[in-house]
């Protein structure tokens, strides 16, 4: 991910720093239902961009399944 | 907006020597959009007059983000298939872009003119999904809404200089909105000030009115078109800031207003993700199709 001198705050590039790096992020956000949605499908996005599930894996859960 | 306000910022904008103004092209397809009677060859020879224009209304119009079946290949096929009112829009996007040029010597800048456009094109296509979302009439009205919403931030950055540094500088370090340090240092905000950019564009009240309340649309009483349109360009603003797309001036989520919520009958969305994602296709649609180089 970009970091741009501009940025207040390095996008996360580890799991552990989404958490930190979302409370700063909507810290005036407000505690609308609307927005902890938002917040926790970014949250979401996020780890699976940082650790993205192994290609295959969803597969081979579905054809051990199949097979039983 | 406050008297004193309008005051300030007619200041500032009468400072600036040389106010941006619209191609006249961009007036001649305004005045056949306000008449009806106006032939569409008056129409297309006035914008095939302008090249640039042209190429970049039939690169738009054959995005997929338009999802126009037909290839058009001519401004008359364009007028003919895309209708006048949307083409306007589409006319009065490109004529904006063409005022605030890309700078490439600004990626170190607090406030590269690249960053602001990405954050204007992700607004543009989030108000107009949410706009389809919620059975808005005109969908694509709200895409140049979202256009231009932040207007009013490139004629500062443009015609501030320093001044407008020191205010992102100030908004960092004390974890501010830039509206609230634009308000304390300045007497007025990007939104007041595109508000009169617009009123001296004289472009539609509608914009006029979403460029310059979209931060606390709460405030405002107009009709039910005005306030949904508001409605959606607030929430919209809100989803492109959390998604780190381009740049607003700050780094925060803004407290989305729960008026607008109801408004728009935003239930919590079960598909949140789902609804980012068409965003982020749509976003580089409109990036290839708005700031393409080729």
């Known amino acids: 991910m970009a970091t741009w001198k501009y940025l207040w705050w390095e996008l996360p590039a580890k799991a552990e720093d989404v958490a930190p790096y979302l409370d700063k992020k909507f810290a005036?956000?407000?505690?609308?239902?609307?927005?902890?949605?938002?917040?926790?499908?970014?949250?979401?996005?996020?780890?699976?961009?940082?650790?993205?599930?192994?290609?295959?894996?969803?597969d081979k859960v579905t054809d051990n399944k199949k097979g039983a | 907006m406050d008297e004193q306000v309008r005051t300030r910022v007619q200041e500032f904008l009468g400072s600036v020597t040389q106010i941006p103004t619209l191609p006249d092209v961009y007036l001649k397809v305004k005045k056949a959009f306000e008449d009806p009677s106006m032939s569409v060859e008056y129409l297309s020879d006035a914008i095939r007059f302008d090249q640039a224009l042209t190429v970049s209304l039939l690169r738009l119009a054959n995005s997929p983000l338009f999802?126009?079946?037909?290839?058009?290949?001519?401004?008359?096929?364009?007028?003919?298939?895309?209708?006048?009112?949307?083409?306007?829009?589409?006319?009065?996007?490109?004529?904006?872009?063409?005022?605030?040029?890309?700078?490439?010597d600004e990626t170190k800048s607090l406030y590269p003119a690249k960053k602001y456009w990405e954050q204007s094109i992700a607004t543009a296509v989030t108000a107009r999904s949410l706009a389809t979302?919620?059975?808005?009439?005109?969908?694509?009205?709200?895409?140049?809404?979202?256009?231009?919403?932040?207007?009013?931030?490139?004629?500062?950055?443009?015609?501030?200089?320093?001044?407008?540094?020191?205010?992102?500088?100030?908004?960092?370090?004390?974890?501010?909105?830039?509206?609230?340090?634009?308000a304390e240092e300045l007497g007025f905000t990007h939104a007041e000030v595109g508000q009169l950019l617009t009123e001296n564009w004289q472009f539609p009240p509608l914009l006029i009115m979403t460029t310059g309340h979209h931060h606390q649309p709460q405030r405002i009483k107009e009709d039910a078109t005005v306030m949904d349109a508001l409605a959606i360009i607030h929430v919209a603003e809100a989803i492109v800031r959390s998604l780190d797309v381009g740049w607003f001036g700050d780094q925060f989520v803004t407290p989305v207003d729960l008026d607008s919520i109801k408004r728009l009958h935003l239930v919590p969305w079960t598909d949140m993700e789902t609804i980012i994602s068409k965003i982020e296709k749509e976003y580089k649609q409109a990036i290839d199709a708005l700031m393409s180089t080729d």
């Not at chain 1, 956000?29 to 979401?44: D, F, I, Q, Y």
């Not at chain 2, 999802?67 to 006319?91: C, F, P, T, W």
């Not at chain 2, 009205?141 to 205010?167: C, N, Q, T």
């Open chain 1, 28 to 58: 005036n956000a407000g505690e609308h239902v609307w927005m902890k949605l938002l917040r926790t499908a970014l949250e979401n996005r996020m780890l699976a961009a940082i650790n993205p599930k192994p290609v295959g894996s969803v």
């Open chain 2, 67 to 104: 999802g126009y079946r037909a290839k058009i290949s001519s401004i008359n096929q364009a007028i003919m298939l895309i209708g006048l009112r949307e083409l306007y829009s589409l006319v009065l996007s490109v004529s904006v872009m063409g005022l605030f040029p890309i700078k490439e």
């Open chain 2, 133 to 182: 979302m919620v059975n808005y009439p005109r969908p694509d009205e709200l895409f140049v809404a979202g256009l231009i919403h932040d207007i009013g931030i490139l004629m500062e950055k443009m015609y501030l200089g320093d001044k407008f540094v020191a205010i992102c500088e100030k908004a960092r370090q004390q974890n501010k909105f830039l509206i609230d340090v634009e």
